[in-house]
C-alpha cells in the first residue's frame, strides 16, 4: 500500500513539474526575465518584435518605421526616453498610440 502512493505523489509532481516547464517554455524569454518592456513606436520597418495592426501576423511585419501599433522589446525603463518621430510626445509609448500627423 505505502508503495503505491509514493508512486502517484511521484507521478503527480513529474506532471506538476511538466506543466512548470511548459509554461516557462511558452513564455517569451525577452519578456520572461523582466529586463525589457515592450516600446510602440520605436521599431523600423519589418523590425518589430510584434503586434503592427490589422493584416499582419506579428514579428517583423511592421509596415512603417515608428509605427504606432507595433513594437519591440527594449531594455525596461528607456522606452518612454526612446525617440519616435511619430509618437504625440517624441518618444516611445508603452501602449499602442495613433500616429501624429506630419
Not at 518612454?80 to 501602449?95: M, N, Y
Request: glycine content about 10%.
Amino acid at each position: 500500500m505505502h508503495h503505491q502512493s509514493a508512486r502517484n505523489i511521484s507521478a503527480a509532481a513529474l506532471a506538476l513539474a511538466l506543466g512548470a516547464a511548459l509554461t516557462v517554455a511558452a513564455a517569451p524569454v525577452a519578456a520572461a526575465d523582466g529586463a525589457k518592456e515592450k516600446c510602440y513606436g520605436v521599431a523600423l520597418k519589418g523590425k518589430n518584435d510584434c503586434k503592427a495592426g490589422a493584416g499582419t501576423s506579428c514579428a517583423g511585419t511592421s509596415a512603417r518605421d515608428h509605427q504606432g501599433n507595433a513594437w519591440t522589446y527594449v531594455p525596461a525603463g528607456t522606452c518612454v526616453k526612446t525617440a519616435s518621430p511619430s509618437s504625440p510626445t517624441g518618444f516611445g509609448q508603452l501602449k499602442e498610440f495613433a500616429e501624429k500627423k506630419a
